[in-house]
């Protein structure tokens, strides 16, 4: 079973929405004990980074994903969700995030001539071969941000091109994060959620 | 760099999709999600549900169509029509709406745009306008209520007010070009484009694949709507973005 993080932010519907659609078995959750028992977890997340993340501590849901990620339990960040993966963020003043992969998250820069947000269907470029981003290549998927990560090269596995390289997909062995929407960009979009299954099902992570 | 999008436009009527000739004669075409899911496999880079009566008539938005979509499409998808508050606005986005397009309300009511880019982000709220040129006040001047009434509205002021106010997108109809076949209305997509800094998506009078080109080489929009070209089938969003390609346009 794969948990969805629900602690009320816009795009966790569509999450499960795409998931149900795709027949993996999936559940909408705020419930530590869920998400500490379950096989996988999706940290989805549309707004700020600080709100977020008080909502996580709100629900008591900080050190739970951490013991879960500790534990090699795969996961999945979308967008926002995937940004809170990383050690902090400076929108609107400094936010410490999970600490699940070294980074830290920035505001893209007005002055490159870029409409801000980044929203639409922009290019991905895969960098590293990783399951994970097979099939990325040259494809474009929805994003929709105002912030981006800026991390380690090893970490990134694919990355989009708007004046910066915005990091679209990364992963720090069991934890991985999207960038863009894969709930709302399509075929693409939907063999990113597949792989992530798959990763959950063949990997080796157990709870016991 | 982003692609240009190509977004098919569904008139929505109570749950089925129809498509208005300058918003008054309506011809059945059939069931919205099939619709939807067909797009998808077209190309579509987003799509836009209007439900067209709302307004006009104060019935409900389409929250179930939208949600019947949502859970088979897997694309941005827009919804206008009939949107007089921030709840209903919740109630579409909950549905699996990406985000909500405001008209005739957020012309009675401008904190309608205000209150909505703040609780859901700017980049849900797309402020729809209607868009009649008044040959004597030479202006382009704003309709409401499906472009049934006019208003006092400057269109490119409007346009500015709304930005300001924090909506994240435009979708501009010419109703002078609405139904008419003729091409996009370069004029007005040149002057707003020139006055506001958010995305724009041009409407109304497109009639043939050429009609695409001419709105991206001489506008800077950043998509284009279309409607009957596309629900009956007279070209594809393939053939659309294959001509785009050629002229160097990035398509997705």
């Known amino acids: 079973m794969i948990a969805i993080i629900d602690y009320d932010t816009g795009n966790t519907r569509n999450v499960k929405k795409a998931m149900d659609f795709l027949a993996i078995p999936n559940t909408l959750s705020a419930d530590p004990d869920v998400i500490s028992s379950a096989d996988g977890l999706i940290l989805p997340g549309v707004g700020a980074f600080g709100k977020a993340v008080e909502a996580l501590k709100v629900r008591g849901l900080i050190p739970v994903i951490q013991q879960a990620a500790k534990q090699g339990m795969p996961i999945l960040g979308i967008c926002l969700g995937m940004q809170l993966l990383f050690d902090r963020s400076f929108e609107f003043g400094e936010t410490a995030g999970l600490g699940l992969i070294p980074g830290e998250v920035v505001a893209i820069p007005e002055n490159l001539g870029v409409k801000v947000p980044h929203m639409g269907w922009d290019q991905n470029q895969v960098t590293r071969v990783d399951p994970i981003a097979n099939g990325f290549d040259q494809q474009s998927t929805y994003f929709v941000h105002s912030y981006y990560v800026k991390t380690r090269a090893q970490y990134i596995l694919a990355e989009s091109d708007y004046g910066v390289k915005i990091p679209s997909i990364v992963r720090h062995q069991n934890v991985i994060g999207m960038q863009f929407h894969p709930e709302k960009s399509g075929r693409i979009g939907l063999n990113g959620l597949a792989a992530f299954k798959e990763l959950v099902l063949n990997g080796n992570y157990s709870r016991n | ?252």
Not at chain 2, 157 to 181: F, I, Y
Not at chain 2, 199 to 227: E, H, R, W, Y
């Open chain 2, 1 to 252: 760099m982003l692609a240009k999008r190509i977004i098919p436009c569904l008139d929505v009527d109570h749950g089925r999709v129809k498509k208005g000739v300058n918003f008054v004669h309506l011809t059945d075409v059939g069931d919205p999600v099939a619709i939807a899911a067909a797009y998808e496999k077209q190309g579509a880079d987003e799509l836009v549900f209007l439900d067209i009566t709302a307004t006009n008539e104060k019935r409900p938005a389409i929250v179930d169509t939208i949600e019947k979509v949502a859970s088979q499409v897997f694309m941005p998808l827009t919804v206008g029509g009939g949107i007089h508050s921030v709840a209903d606005m919740q109630r579409l986005l909950k549905a699996g709406a990406d985000k909500v397009a405001v008209n005739s309300a957020a012309v009675r009511d401008p904190s309608l745009i205000s209150e909505g880019a703040e609780k859901f982000g700017a980049q849900c709220i797309v402020l729809a306008i209607d868009s009649k040129w008044d040959a004597e006040k030479q202006r382009y001047t704003v309709f409401v209520n499906g472009g049934r009434e006019a208003t006092d509205l400057d269109v490119i002021e409007w346009a500015k007010q709304g930005v300001k106010a924090g909506a994240g997108e435009l979708m501009v109809t010419s109703m002078d070009k609405d139904g008419t076949r003729s091409g996009f209305d370069i004029p007005l997509y040149q002057a707003l484009t020139a006055a506001v800094n958010v995305p724009i998506i041009a409407s109304g009078g497109c009639g043939k694949i050429g009609d695409f080109n001419d709105i991206f080489n001489q506008t800077a929009v950043d998509a284009a709507l279309a409607a009957s070209v596309f629900h009956f089938g007279e070209f594809t969003i393939p053939d659309v973005k294959a001509a785009l390609k050629k002229d160097g346009v990035t398509v997705r």
